[in-house]
C-alpha cells in the first residue's frame, strides 16, 4: 500500500518522485514540490486539453500527452508557500467510469490497489451525488 486513503479529505493520492496526484469525478488535481523560494515568474506552465509542461526555473518537471482530455479553458496552476505548485485540470468526461489509470499516458500510473481505491471513491461520490 504505496499511498493510504485519506478519509478527512476523501483523497486517494499517487505518489510520484516530484510530487502527487489525484482525481475527483470532475477535476484531476496535480500537487509538485519545488524548491523553497520559487517565485512565479520562475514557473512555466502549459494546460492543453491532452497536453502538460511544467518547468521551473528552466528545469522541466513534468511533460506529456495526459491520459484523457480535459477542458483546456478550465485548467489553471497556483505557486502556494513559494514551495508547492497546485495544478487543477477539468476532466471532459465526468462520468465515474471515467477514473484515470496513469496521468500521462504510459507515465505515473497509480498501482492496482490505488487505483482500485481512486475507482472506489468516484463511485461513491457520484452515488452520494445523485
Known sequence: MSAPFEERSGVVPCGTPWGRWYQTLEEVFIEVRVPPGTR???VRCSLGSRHISLAVC???LLQGKLFDSTV???GT???EDRQLIRIVLMKTNRDAGNCW???LENEYAADPWVQDQMQRKLTLERFQRE
Open 101 to 103: 489509470t496513469s496521468l
Open 58 to 60: 528552466g528545469q522541466e
Open 40 to 42: 512565479a515568474k520562475d
Open 72 to 74: 483546456t479553458d478550465e
Open 77 to 79: 496552476w497556483t505557486l
